[in-house]
């Protein structure tokens, strides 16, 4: 099927090195999104973009996080100088985007990469 | 900030149980959704929810949307062990497509 895919689904990496996490959203939705989930906790939002744009980059922790997003399809997140408490499921998701229409905002969610800082 | 809450947090029931969990805010979304997500796994859309006082069935799970849209309900009837997981509901308004989620009801359905 085509739907949103994550890479990769484990990451293990030592204090103070850089990760990379990937997001491949169903093709045609303009919308994606990243969360980060601790054990047991709910969504936390981190970044949102429409297009190649991120009009809300409200939510990263710290300018350690970025991310950015090509073509309108794949998105990098990119975090420096990884800390222990960064270890967490960080969740992809993408949606339609089309602002006119409510189901737009349906959120499709990849399966996660779980990173584990040691 | 448009907060969501959700209740209970934490629910462990018998297999054929009923349950009702709750999502509310102070907030008017423009349209609201719930989400299921199991262990290990992304959360995966059960319903969007649009209309104020609207009501949907998906087998024996029912969704109802406030009427002042400001808070949902989800009830499942004759609970199964596959009922459990994180339950999530998100919220969206305006033009603007951040959508604010809940912290979840996470669900144990014993047989």
């Known amino acids: 099927g085509a739907g949103v895919s994550q890479s990769p689904s484990n990451k293990v990496t030592e204090k103070g090195k850089d990760v990379e996490l990937r997001c491949d959203p169903i093709?045609?939705?303009?919308?994606l999104y990243w969360y980060r989930q601790s054990l047991g906790q709910g969504l936390e939002f981190l970044i949102y973009f429409q297009g190649n744009s991120a009009p809300d980059k409200s939510g990263l922790p710290s300018d350690r996080f970025s991310a950015e997003r090509t073509g309108g399809s794949v998105s990098t997140l990119t975090i420096q100088r990884t800390q222990q408490e960064d270890s967490a499921v960080y969740l992809c998701?993408?949606?339609?985007?089309?602002?006119?229409?409510?189901?737009?905002?349906?959120?499709?969610f990849g399966p996660g990469t779980r990173l584990t800082v040691t | 900030t448009q907060l969501l809450e959700q209740s209970p947090q934490f629910l462990s029931i018998q297999e054929g149980e009923n349950l009702t969990v709750y999502c509310n805010s102070s907030s008017v979304f423009s349209s609201l959704q719930w989400y299921r997500q199991e262990p290990g796994e992304g959360p995966v859309l059960l319903v969007t929810?649009?209309?104020?006082?609207e009501v949907k069935k998906l087998k024996r799970l029912t969704f109802q949307f406030g009427d002042a849209r400001k808070d949902s309900s989800l009830h499942i009837t004759a609970a199964q062990p596959g009922d459990t997981g994180l339950y999530l509901c998100?919220?969206?308004?305006?033009?603007?497509?951040?959508?604010?989620f809940g912290i979840g009801t996470k669900l144990q359905v014993i047989p």
């Open positions: 998701a993408s949606s339609p985007g089309t602002a006119s229409l409510s189901f737009s905002y349906e959120q499709y």
């Open positions: 998100a919220g969206t308004s305006g033009g603007y497509q951040k959508v604010t």
């Open positions: 929810v649009v209309t104020g006082g």
């Open positions: 093709s045609g939705h303009t919308a």
